[in-house]
């Protein structure tokens, strides 16, 4: 049996820590008033981020809503699922970084329980 992901969950704006492990930025955007240093990023693997349309139809669809959120998963599970060449070499860096240790997933939205980067790391567990 393989050992449990260790895959933890960050909001970018927070201070790294040495607890984080290999830090992914898993937006599709940079953040706004985050250095590149104050990020102290791994890599940006924007091919795991959702699409442009994907994260605004969320955004703009009542995002605190079940429904919302569930349809958000649903669809960035299938387009995770679908794959190809860019997304599988960012999932080849993030089981890389995976097996030498943790890794924290990082994003700039304010939901810290509704986000891309929480459905992300549910996505990962799953496959």
Avoid: C, Q
């Avoid at 984080?20 to 990020?39: I, M, Q, T």
């Avoid at 070499?89 to 929480?118: F, H, I, M």
């Avoid at 459905?119 to 567990?125: C, D, K, S």
């Amino acid at each position: 049996m393989a050992p449990p992901l260790t895959i933890a969950v960050k909001r970018i704006y927070e201070p790294a820590g040495p607890e984080d492990g290999a830090r992914f930025l898993v937006d599709r955007l940079w953040p706004r008033g985050v250095s590149k240093e104050k990020a102290a990023l791994t890599a940006w693997l924007k091919p795991l981020s959702p699409s442009d349309a994907m994260r605004e139809e969320f955004h703009h669809a009542a995002a605190h809503s079940d429904a919302a959120w569930s349809a958000f998963r649903k669809e960035y599970f299938a387009a995770l699922d679908a794959g190809g060449d860019e997304i599988a070499a960012a999932l080849a860096e993030l089981d890389a970084a995976l097996k030498a240790g943790p890794v924290t997933l990082l994003y700039a939205a304010k939901d810290e329980e509704r986000n891309n980067a929480v459905a992300l790391r549910e996505w990962l567990g799953r496959r």
